[in-house]
């Protein structure tokens, strides 16, 4: 089974930029996509960005559009979730996730076609 770490958390000013990654230990599925959720106190976790990772296609989630970038390095196996222009509201736990058998057409913003997830890494912005 994949297992995912997150790095790249912590504590950031309004407008600052940070990037965050998950390297998954293996990746040997042909329709495999990955995504990134995030978590705020009291609320449910929502989707932020995924992509497949064979077609390169991506998704995001309208609250992060134009802000936020998803990218992919094959060779390391690694996500990672560009985070510009953060806001007070952006602040929350990012859980990266892998999807195993998500074929192009799969909806990426759906948590129940992920199979695998990691623990999550906390980011806090500052006014």
Not at 64 to 81: A, E, M, P, Q, W
């Amino acid at each position: 089974q994949v297992q995912l770490v997150e790095s790249g958390g912590g504590l950031v000013q309004a407008g600052a930029s940070l990037r965050l990654a998950c390297a998954a230990s293996t990746r040997t599925f042909s329709n495999y996509a990955m995504g990134w959720f995030r978590q705020a106190p009291g609320k449910e976790r929502e989707f932020v960005a995924g992509i497949h990772w064979n077609f390169g296609s991506t998704s995001y989630a309208d609250s992060v559009k134009g802000r936020f970038t998803i990218g992919r390095d094959s060779g390391k196996n690694t996500v990672y979730l560009s985070k510009n222009r953060l806001k007070p509201e952006d602040p929350s736990v990012y859980y990266c996730a892998a999807a195993t058998t998500c074929r192009s057409d799969c909806p990426l913003q759906f948590s129940n076609v992920y199979v695998t997830w990691g623990q999550g890494t906390q980011v806090t912005v500052s006014s």
